[in-house]
Every structure is written in C-alpha cells, then in structure tokens.
C-alpha cells in the first residue's frame, strides 16, 4: 500500500536570484559586494616535518553568518569557521588533529573516504566517542589524492547541518597548480525567518524525505563572489554534505571537464554540461574561464528529483523547480595565458566488471507507513553484519527497492563502480566512496578491500543515516 506524502517546509527567505548581496565582510561601506580572490588558505600546519601535518580541531559553538547578515544562534564550528580548517596534506603524509570536544555530547570525526586505520576512522564501532570537554588525537597517514572532508559520525543530522564539517585536500606528487584552485563544500540550510531549522517539526516525514533547504551555500555562504580573470585555468573542488540535497552544478557559459572523484584523479578526464553530486560525494572539475572584462558568470545548481518520475511521493523543493545561483565569478580586467591542465598520472583502474567473489547483494527499501527506511529488511544497529575477507577483489550489489534515491557510503575501503543494473558506466570512472543508488535500480562496485578493520557503512543522506539505513562490515 501506498501514500501520498506531501511535504510542508517551513517558509522563509530563499536564495533566488533576486536576493540582495550578502552584508557583513561582504560587501564595503558603499554596499559594494566584495570579491574574493580565488584560491583558498589551508590550516596552519603545527609540525614542521615535511611529510608530517598538525592541526587543532576544536569542535565548538559558533553564531556564524550564512552571508544573510545575521549569525546564526544554533551553529557550530570547528575551530571557530564553517567549514572548518582545509587540511592540505602530499600523499602519503600523516596527519595529526588534535580534536579538543568544546560541546555538550559526544563527539567523534570521521574522515570520509580516507583508507586509515579503522580505529581512527571516527565511525562508532572502533572508537569510543569523545565526551565533552574532552580531546582526542587522531593520527592516520593519507595514501591517496583526492579531495576529502571530515565530520561528525553522531547526531550528523543536526550536526552537520548546524555547521560542523570541514574538507582536506590530499595532492598527488605530480598535480600541477590550477591558476585557481577553489575547494567549495556545497551545502544547504533551511532559514525560516533568519532561524536556522535544525530540527524540523514533522520528524517522521523527515526521516523519510531527508531535509531540504532553502538557501544555497558555498564554503558557509550564500551569494559569494569570487574573481577570475579570462583564459585562466580553474580548479572547482566540490564536495556535497548537505543532508539531503543531492546537487546537480554548471558554471554559466563554461564548458566543464571532470578530472577527478572521491579517491583521486581520473586516468582521462571527461566533458559534462552539468554534474550531478550526492550528499557525501566529490568531484573535481576543470574550465578554461571564458568571458570579458565585466562578465559575471554564476556557479547554479539544478532541480534534482529525489525520487522516480512515477513514485508516489509528492517531492516539493523548497528553492522551487528552476535553477539557482549559488555564487558568482566576476571577470577582472585583461587575460592570461591559463596555464595549462595536466591530469595527474594514475594507474588504470583495474576492473571493467563483476569479479568471482560475492561479498554481499544489500537490499535498500522503504517502508512509508513506517517513515523508516531499511538496508536486508532491517535498521541499525539490527542490520546483519557483513563479512569479508580482506586483500580479495570483491564484487558488491546494492539493490535499491524503494523510489527514492540514496548515496551508498562505505568507509575504509575505496570502490569502483563496474555496473547500473549491469550494464557498464558510460564515463570514464574512477575510486570511489559514496555512489547514487538510482531508484529500483542495482549498482554493482568492485574494491580490492585492501584495508581489513571494522567498517560502517550507510546511505548519506542523513536523516535516513539515522533512521537506521545502516550497517557494519568487517574485512579481516
Ligand atoms: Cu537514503
């Protein structure tokens, strides 16, 4: 049996095109928006060790400012900016944070996509949680490029969605420097009035849709401008941790290249008009900037239907159904002569199908009645544990039965997807933590489960996280 569910969300401004500029550091005494210079400031590493990066990381609270002018009351921060310290390590350095819990409940982080140890992974089941007013440091080595964040495995819902979340960059020895490098975590927040909802009033029917919101951000703000000068060559590192909101970006007038995924550089780059990103995933894109002296361009993030055209749920975005600005580049005077993208050298990915081994066939399915979604018929923590053996190229299945859509998030060990409903991915791919599990549709990956420890894994979009879309799998 099903039901009609629609969705009520609270009404508050929206991030249209209409919005005024942001105010506060945004703009100057004459109301002129201020633009940023491209590129980004990495954490003061503590250690002066080449091979070595130390940073602070204190989880506390922090009335930061989405760009709207007023500070929100229930954010939270680490070390006092959303998001938090960019953690730019080589690969193959060790990282040390010394996390400091400055909250009222426990905490850990997890450091999404990175193959480390899984008692410094920050999932629940290998370390206790850091209670409050505690610290704890985490030390791992990071093996591979990509573009990575950090954030908390409990309460992630509001957590997260409060502010609590910041990105790493891990270079390959070969990466040559974009002429603008720009890491931008995609997020969104729903503002009724200037009051962030970090817990919606209909829980349940949140639980099942995920949590949409009404303003778009870009590293914590709304509305941001960044400048470029024409024929530049730039670098759009972008990761999703929205709650629920699965982006679908373009940059007006240029012609996007995908260079990279969540674990590293793509062996050969492909041409997309628009790219979809699902919470929890990254990607890295590449444009030649195009435009004259005066030209403003905006990154605008599409529509994009949680759910299957014939589902039964009605789905209503609270941005609406058009395409929304989410920042402007603003085009400075004369050109360069951009310097010219160099995909870094990697090894050809190593399947181009299923392998002999069946580690697992997980079944996602919904039950609307319920508001509770499943992953083998039941919830976390009563979902069965998954077992394999470690260092044996294995072959997954995650079969989604139910009508919406879900990011499939594995810790510990990278994927690579091999099949959608067993037929061979039409672009090039690359490693991968998070994936789309469409609609009724089955996605086949392989891993080679290189690293044995005791592994989460969950469908990203938060709400459902907690609701029980979870499970362990131990590799040994
Ligand atoms: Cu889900």
Redo the contacts with the bound molecule.
């Keep these: 049996m099903r039901f009609l569910l629609p969705i009520l969300l609270a009404a508050g401004c929206s991030s249209g095109e209409d919005s005024t500029p942001g105010k506060g550091e945004y703009s100057d005494d004459a109301g002129t928006p201020t633009v940023e210079s491209c590129g980004y400031t990495p954490a003061p590493d503590l250690d002066p060790a080449g091979d070595v990066v130390e940073v602070d990381l204190t989880a506390s609270a922090l009335a930061w400012d989405p760009g709207t002018g007023v500070p929100l009351d229930e954010g939270v921060a680490y070390d006092g900016s959303v998001p938090g310290p960019l953690i730019e390590a080589n690969a193959g350095d060790t990282i040390v944070a010394h996390f400091h819990n400055d909250l009222d409940e426990p905490l850990t982080i997890h450091w999404h996509g990175i193959r480390l140890d899984s008692d410094m992974d920050g999932g629940m089941q290998m370390m206790y949680p850091v209670d409050p007013g505690a610290s704890f440091d985490y030390t791992f080595t990071v093996p591979d490029a990509g573009f990575y964040w950090y954030h908390p495995h409990l309460d992630g819902a509001k957590l997260i969605e409060r502010g609590l979340y910041g990105r790493m960059i891990v270079h390959a020895p070969d990466e040559v420097t974009a002429d603008c490098d720009l890491p931008l975590a995609l997020d969104d927040i729903l503002l009724d009035e200037d009051t962030l909802q970090v817990a919606p009033p209909d829980t349940d029917m949140m639980q099942l849709m ?1 949590r949409l919101g009404n303003v778009l951000l870009a590293n914590g703000k709304e509305n941001r401008r960044i400048g470029l000068t024409a024929g530049q060559t730039v670098l759009l590192r972008l990761v999703n941790p929205s709650n629920a909101r699965f982006w679908d970006v373009y940059v007006e007038g240029q012609q996007m290249q995908v260079v990279g995924t969540d674990d590293g550089w793509l062996p050969e780059p492909y041409p997309v008009d628009d790219l979809e990103i699902t919470p929890g995933e990254r990607y890295m894109v590449t444009f030649t900037a195009t435009g004259a002296p005066g030209d403003e361009v905006r990154l605008m993030n599409k529509r994009f239907q949680l759910h299957a055209a014939d589902a039964d749920m009605i789905e209503t975005d609270p941005l609406g159904d058009g395409d929304n600005p989410v920042l402007t580049f603003v085009f400075g005077d004369g050109s360069v002569e951009g310097t010219p993208w160099v995909q870094p050298a990697v090894a050809p990915l190593p399947w181009s199908g299923p392998t002999e081994t069946l580690g697992h066939h997980w079944v ?1 399915d919904e039950d609307m009645m319920g508001g509770t ?1 499943t992953v083998d018929g039941a919830a976390w923590p009563g979902v069965p544990l998954v077992e394999v053996a470690a260092n044996v190229d294995t072959t997954f299945e995650v079969e989604n039965k139910s009508e ?1 859509h ?2 499939w998030h594995i810790h510990g060990n990278t994927f690579q997807v091999v099949a959608i409903d067993g037929v061979a991915p039409t672009v090039p791919q690359g490693w991968k933590d998070t994936f789309d599990i469409p609609p009724y549709k089955t996605v086949t990956l392989v891993s080679d489960l290189s690293n044995p420890g005791d592994w989460m894994y969950h ?1 990203h ?1 938060l709400e ?1 996280a907690e609701g029980g ?1 979870m499970g362990e799998m131990v590799v040994e």
Excluded: A, S, T, Y
Aim: aromatic share 0%; charged share 0%.
């Design positions: 995920g996602l979604v919406m879900h990011p469908c979009i459902h879309m």
